[in-house]
């Protein structure tokens, strides 16, 4: 007895068709369990029998268990990942700033830069007078 050949004009276009959104829809399934699982892991306002229940839900009864999370619990799980969007928004713009050298120097810094230009001369006593006045009142225009 020989093994059926199939052939590619045996597999019509319809059975491709359903075996490609099966596939589609059993990724999404392992998406959004996975999504749910590290949901319940990060979650902070559940305790660790919270925590392990719902676990336990999920993985002994996976369709109702994610259906059940997601109506009990689907609106804060999204609250949750936009906190913490903008939490590592707030983090990475943080870091930006400090490895950018934070912007303009001080006003400490300008006035000791200006007092060093007098001493050498670089300007008069009414431009160090009129630039420490600039420094002072927070207005950093042009030097």
Do not use: N
Request: aromatic content about 14%; proline content about 3%.
């Amino acid at each position: 007895m020989s093994p059926q050949m199939y052939l590619a004009y045996d597999y019509p276009l319809l059975s491709a068709f359903w075996t490609m959104l099966w596939f589609g829809l059993w990724v999404l399934w392992f998406f959004l369990l996975f999504r749910i699982v590290f949901d319940i892991v990060r979650d902070d306002d559940l305790g660790g029998w919270g925590k392990a229940g719902w676990l336990t839900f999920v993985i002994v009864l996976p369709f109702l268990g994610v259906l059940v999370y997601l109506i009990a619990r689907g609106k804060a799980m999204g609250q949750r990942e936009a906190a913490q969007a903008q939490a590592r928004r707030k983090e990475f713009d943080t870091y930006v700033r400090e490895t950018a050298g934070g912007g303009r120097p001080s006003s400490t810094d300008e006035l000791a830069k200006l007092s060093e230009m007098r001493t050498h001369g670089d300007i008069t006593e009414e431009e160090f007078v009129r630039a420490k006045e600039l420094v002072l009142s927070g207005s950093r225009g042009g030097h």
